[in-house]
């Protein structure tokens, strides 16, 4: 995941709602303007060779939803 602001609100933010992937923090909207994506939140899936699954999720509801595979697959409850 990428972000943007300070370290400590992102791992507030992270534990607040049990993210347990890495979280990047961007310079400004160093990213955000590299790629052309300025709306907020937004997320890929990528796989394990680095390639883009689905098309971007908006929002969310949309986000937590590619989760939610993933996290039953682990044993732990889908994300609703």
Known sequence: MVSRGGLEENRRKAGAFGIEFPVVLQ???KLSK???IFATPVAFLINEEGVIERDVARGPSEILSLAGPARSAEGRAPIA
């Open 34 to 36: 590299k790629y052309g």
């Open 27 to 29: 310079s400004g909207w």
